[in-house]
């Protein structure tokens, strides 16, 4: 197992930030730790720890301080966004996992992250020149 250093968590921070401002999750709170998760002993690069209830938008971004993999910064970097990205779809894996749940619930959600991904995705592609 390798360690992180601090450096590397806040870098891992930095992206986290980025990312989340360039997806506009302004209506998110974040937290950062550089902590193991769980025990210590699992094979994570980074995690997310997410609210059970739809409504809370609170999230835990993680860097452990043991890794089994690669510490490389351009694969912090990575780790950091995918869990941004754990973040941005958490609702609906949510709304998957509730044993009863209503289409619109699912067509809504749907279309949050359309036009979202319209806004950081498209639009930025396909500005006038």
């Known amino acids: 197992m390798k360690k992180t250093t601090h450096k590397q968590f806040l870098i ?24 193991n998760y769980g025990d210590g002993d699992e094979d994570t690069q980074a995690y997310c720890i997410m609210p059970d209830q739809h409504q809370d938008r609170t999230f835990t971004l ?7 993999g ?18 941005f779809l958490y609702r609906i894996k949510n ?3 509730c044993r009863y749940v209503q289409r619109e619930e699912i067509d809504d959600e749907i279309h949050n ?9 498209y639009r930025k592609g396909n500005e006038p020149s």
């Open 12 to 35: 891992f921070k930095k992206e986290c930030e980025r990312w989340i401002k360039v997806f506009g999750l302004y209506g998110f709170r974040f937290y950062f730790t550089h902590e």
């Open 62 to 68: 993680g860097l452990p301080k043991k890794l089994n």
């Open 70 to 87: 690669k510490t490389s910064t351009s694969e912090i970097k990575e780790n950091a966004f995918h869990e941004v990205m754990e973040s």
């Open 95 to 97: 709304i998957a996992r």
């Open 113 to 121: 992250i359309i036009m979202t991904l319209e806004k950081v995705v």
